[in-house]
């Protein structure tokens, strides 16, 4: 592994924002069970997901990908809110609970936290669109929408 002394004694030049993946959808897993976060601003708990794409969808340009490196090693980031205001938690779980069930979790019998236990090598399809970053020029690849596999 490259130490840190080396790689900041490369050329500034050489250091370039990666490109994101192209818009569309994607056949993805969830890697393991979802990471308990919180928001800075707000304290908002949530879950981040982690969804690794293991296939394209007939609608992603397959030049682009190729541009882009591909999919291998690449994954994408599904954060879940869980307002605390009385108004918005149901929805926000509801949210939540839409989600695993295009994982394939039914909830029939369930709660929202044994429901998560059963998401890990759980497949979904994600939706990619492209949002504009703040503060300098470019896109990130952002989930859009998911929906369940076939």
């Not at 592994?1 to 924002?17: D, G, H, Q, V, Y």
């Not at 993946?21 to 308990?36: R, T």
């Not at 007939?58 to 682009?64: C, K, N």
Request: one cysteine or more; hydrophobic letters at 35%.
């Amino acid at each position: 592994m490259t130490n840190l002394s080396e790689i900041l004694s490369r050329p500034a030049t050489e250091f370039n924002f990666p490109p994101p993946l192209p818009v569309g959808g994607y056949h993805c897993v969830v890697a393991g069970l979802p990471e308990e976060i919180e928001s800075s601003q707000k304290k908002t708990p949530g879950y981040q997901f982690t969804l690794n794409p293991i296939a394209t969808l007939d609608d992603v340009d397959s030049a682009e990908l190729s541009a882009v490196g591909g999919l291998e090693g690449k994954s994408f980031k599904h954060t879940m809110w869980i307002s605390q205001d009385a108004t918005k938690v149901d929805t926000t779980v509801a949210m939540l609970r839409e989600f695993l069930e295009h994982c394939g979790i039914s909830p029939e019998g369930k709660s929202i936290m044994a429901m998560i236990d059963e998401v890990p090598n759980s497949e979904v399809i994600v939706y990619i669109k492209h949002t504009p970053l703040q503060g300098r020029d470019g896109f990130r690849a952002e989930i859009a929408k998911t929906a369940p596999v076939g």
